[in-house]
C-alpha cells in the first residue's frame, strides 16, 4: 500500500508518530480507537510559543562542525523533514520530537535586540555566526514574523560576518540586505538541496520549496554577488546517494561556487520516527534503506561518535565520498567560496542605537 492510500499517512507531515519524550516522566498512549485519545495524533495546525531568552548566540564545542557560534531563532519546524536531526532538542521544551516538532514552534522575537547586546559587549571580537544551526531561520513563520530579517538588518549595521543556511526561498525577500553584506563580504549562504525527485523530496521534507525553487534561490542569489554553497545534506543511502551528481551539476550551472553533504544520521527518538515513516512512505525498500544507513555507522543507525557521525564509515559510505569528491571535481573545479572580511565591525562602545 503506497503512502497516498494509507489513511494513517499524514499528508503535509513529515513525522507520521509523536515519541515519547524521555524527559517525562509520564507519557500518552493510545488505548481506544473512538473517543478523544484520537486528538493525540491528528493532522492539527501550527501553534506558535514565545521564548524571552537572556541571550542568542549559542557556542558549541562539537569537532564536527566548523562553525561554533549560531543563533536559532526558531525551535522546531514546519519543514517536517524527516530526517532533521534539531528534532531531538523539542524534547528539552517538553515537547516530541515527532509530530510536535512540526506543528508546536517556538519563536525569539527579541533576537535582534539581543544580538544588538552581544555584540556591544565590552573587548566583544567578531567571529562567524551561523544563521541557523539547528532549524531553519526561514521556515514558513518568518514570511510574517520577520525575525530573520530583523537580525540580518543587526549584522549589517555593525558590519558583522553572517553565514546562512536554509531550504526556503522566503530568503529572496531579504536581497537588498544580502546584496549589501555580499558586496561587503560578510555573508555566505547554504542552500540545502536534498534530491531533484519531486516525488521524494514531498515524502522527505513535506513543507519545503521544490528543488526547481531551491535552485532559483541559488542563481538570484549568485546573480548578486552573494557566495552559495549547496548543501547535499543529508545523504540518505537508498533513497538519495544517486543523485549526488546531479544535484551538484544543477547547483553549479546556477552559480553555486562550492558543495558540502552528510550522511543521514538518526539519532535519539529521530530513528524511530524514521524507521516508522520509511515503513510507510517506501514499504517494499524500507529494510535495505535502514540497513544500508546501519551500515554507514557501525551497524546501528544512532551514531554520536565525532567524527563519523555526520561523514559514515565502511563502504557505502566510501562510495558516497567517492561519487561526491568526483562530482566536485568535474563541475565546480576552479570555483571556491571567498574569505569573510573580518575587519569591518564597527564597535559601538556599548552604546545601543536605533535598530531600525
Given amino acids: 500500500m503506497s503512502h497516498e492510500e494509507n489513511p494513517e499517512y499524514f499528508k503535509g507531515r513529515g513525522a507520521q508518530v509523536n515519541t515519547h ?17 484520537e486528538q ?12 524571552h531568552p537572556k541571550k542568542i548566540v549559542s557556542e558549541s564545542n562539537s569537532p564536527d562542525l566548523h562553525f561554533m557560534h549560531s543563533i536559532n531563532p526558531y525551535q522546531g519546524c514546519e519543514h517536517g523533514c524527516i530526517y532533521c536531526y534539531a528534532r531531538n532538542t523539542h524534547e528539552y521544551f517538553g515537547f516530541s520530537a515527532g509530530l510536535d516538532f512540526e506543528r508546536k514552534i517556538i519563536v525569539k522575537r527579541n533576537a535582534a535586540e539581543l544580538l544588538e547586546k552581544h555584540f556591544n559587549k565590552k573587548g566583544y571580537e567578531p567571529v562567524v555566526i551561523l544563521l541557523s544551526g539547528n532549524t531553519d531561520c526561514y521556515q514558513p513563520l518568518e514570511r510574517k514574523l520577520k525575525i530573520t530579517r530583523s537580525l540580518l538588518q543587526v549584522f549589517l549595521k555593525y558590519r558583522h560576518p553572517v553565514s546562512i543556511i536554509t531550504k526556503n526561498n522566503v530568503i529572496l525577500r531579504d536581497l537588498d540586505i544580502l546584496g549589501e553584506l555580499g558586496k561587503m563580504k560578510l555573508v555566505h549562504v547554504n542552500v540545502s538541496l536534498t534530491s531533484l525527485d519531486e516525488q521524494l523530496r514531498q515524502k522527505l521534507e513535506p513543507r519545503t520549496i521544490t528543488a526547481t525553487g531551491r535552485l532559483a534561490v541559488i542563481q538570484k542569489l549568485s546573480e548578486i554577488g552573494v557566495p552559495v554553497r549547496v548543501m547535499a545534506a543529508p545523504i540518505i543511502p537508498g533513497l538519495n546517494s544517486n543523485e549526488i551528481p546531479d544535484i551538484i551539476k544543477a547547483a553549479a550551472d546556477r552559480g553555486a561556487l562550492a558543495a558540502g553533504f552528510t550522511i543521514v544520521r538518526l539519532n535519539g527518538s529521530i530513528g524511530e520516527i524514521f524507521t516508522d515513516w520509511v515503513h510507510k512512505a517506501y514499504p517494499d525498500r524500507a529494510e535495505k534503506v535502514l540497513h544500508q544507513i546501519m551500515d554507514c555507522h557501525g551497524g546501528q543507525l544512532n551514531d554520536s561518535r565525532f567524527g563519523t557521525r555526520m561523514s559514515g564509515e565502511g563502504n557505502i559510505a566510501k562510495a558516497i565520498h567517492q561519487l561526491f569528491r568526483m562530482s566536485c571535481k568535474r563541475f565546480l573545479a576552479g570555483r571556491e567560496m571567498p574569505a569573510y572580511d573580518m575587519g569591518l565591525f564597527i564597535p559601538r562602545n556599548g552604546k545601543q542605537t536605533e535598530l531600525f
Fill in 21 to 37: 519524550n524521555k524527559f517525562l516522566k509520564n507519557k500518552y498512549v493510545l488505548e481506544h480507537i473512538e473517543g478523544l485519545d
Fill in 40 to 51: 493525540m495524533l491528528e493532522n492539527s495546525g501550527t501553534q506558535i510559543f514565545e521564548e
